[in-house]
């Protein structure tokens, strides 16, 4: 009977699931619709090609899919198999958030761990919910954005600003190091005018905004204040946009063509509305390793599917088989996610460069003129067009 003291967590995962579930539902009408700029709330939910209105118990996430086919009852047309993985993918990323954050504590934030064979075990504690919930507002914001860039190429702005907005007031709620009083900044001692000291490394507190804009905090802005949350979320989506827009900029001057779309500018300026200016600025390398992951296994499965024989050395492919517009957003969404879970590794060992404004400039630049080189060795000169004599 010892199964009985866990059902109150297997409760709450099965609640979980089935929340993600029903948000991964709504998250295929928003990828469905918003690139075509129709309406998320009118009309309801129907089929693409006979316009019928899809009955309530076709829509049950996951068993509504299975149970068609992924066909439409009426005209049997097809469905993507897109809404089947959205929903899915948007069920487990909810589990494994609750399990990440609530239960295991990933990120070990004092007092947000939900016991779940405690005396109290069973509702988790309301601050577990409020960083739940707000950074599952964050994964939705990555998951349509991914799909629909995998899709259209595109990112709209209603996503991303919607998202951005939800980032900022939870910030401003939830600041730095809340849940934890703000006296926990006192692990840095008023002499102490850097927090890239030596003797300080990995001491900067977390809370749901893992670090604060800069250290130490102006006085202005004091630890546990509402206006040093705002400052963090508005600084995180300022340099997360930034940090795309300068790449963009420095790499299409050397590669000669556009290379960037500023949608990928706006999904980092999103995230870093929830997590501070310094994951999203790893999160753009983390993302381009993805990126390539992504491209080069879609063309190997592609060219598996299609029985093509490897390309030899020196040879140039073209054809839909390699695409000039590669979407950025699935990779830039992987990485910000694997950053943000891999920062209690990543945060200690990077808090000298990134509160170091000096050591920071230097890497900017040097970054800047590799990034330019690498651009400047892909150029390629412009194809010479074949003139066309008329008899």
Request: aromatic letters at 14%.
């Amino acid at each position: 009977m010892e199964w009985l003291f866990h059902l109150p967590l297997v409760l709450w995962c099965l609640t979980v699931f089935s929340l993600g579930l029903m948000i991964g539902s709504f998250l295929n009408v928003v990828i469905a619709r918003l690139p075509y700029e129709k309406s998320i709330i009118w009309p309801s939910s129907r089929c693409f090609a006979c316009y019928q209105p899809i009955r309530f118990t076709d829509n049950v996430p996951i068993l509504g899919y299975l149970r068609l086919r992924g066909k439409c009852r009426a005209c049997h047309a097809p469905y993507s198999a897109r809404y089947l993985w959205v929903e899915v993918g948007t069920g487990v990323a909810f589990l494994s958030l609750f399990l990440a954050e609530v239960v295991f504590n990933w990120h070990g934030i004092p007092g947000m761990k939900y016991n779940h064979l405690g005396p109290d075990s069973s509702i988790p504690p309301f601050q577990c919910w409020a960083l739940f919930g707000y950074h599952a507002v964050l994964l939705c914001g990555l998951i349509a954005a991914a799909a629909i860039d995998a899709e259209h190429h595109i990112i709209p702005t209603q996503v991303t600003y919607t998202v951005l907005v939800v980032g900022v007031i939870g910030g401003a709620l939830m600041p730095w190091p809340w849940p934890q009083p703000a006296t926990v900044a006192s692990v840095f001692p008023p002499e102490i005018t850097m927090w890239s000291h030596p003797d300080y490394t990995g001491k900067v507190p977390t809370g749901v905004q893992p670090w604060p804009f800069w250290g130490p905090t102006f006085d202005f802005a004091p630890p546990g204040s509402w206006k040093l949350g705002l400052l963090t979320s508005l600084t995180g989506a300022l340099v997360g946009s930034l940090v795309i827009r300068a790449t963009k900029w420095v790499f299409e001057t050397g590669f000669g063509r556009e290379a960037l779309g500023l949608g990928d500018a706006d999904l980092l300026m999103m995230a870093g509305a929830f997590l501070g200016w310094q994951i999203p600025v790893l999160s753009l390398f983390v993302g381009s390793v993805a990126t390539l992951v992504l491209v080069l296994s879609a063309r190997l499965l592609t060219r598996k599917r299609a029985g093509v024989a490897p390309t030899p050395p020196g040879t140039s492919v073209s054809g839909p088989a390699s695409p000039r517009e590669l979407p950025f957003g699935p990779g830039l969404a992987i990485g910000v996610v694997v950053t943000w879970f891999a920062w209690p590794w990543l945060g200690p060992r990077l808090q000298f460069p990134f509160f170091d404004a000096t050591m920071m400039m230097i890497l900017v630049g040097f970054m800047c003129v590799g990034l330019l080189a690498f651009a400047l060795l892909m150029r390629r000169p412009n194809e010479p067009v074949a003139a066309t004599a008329k008899k």
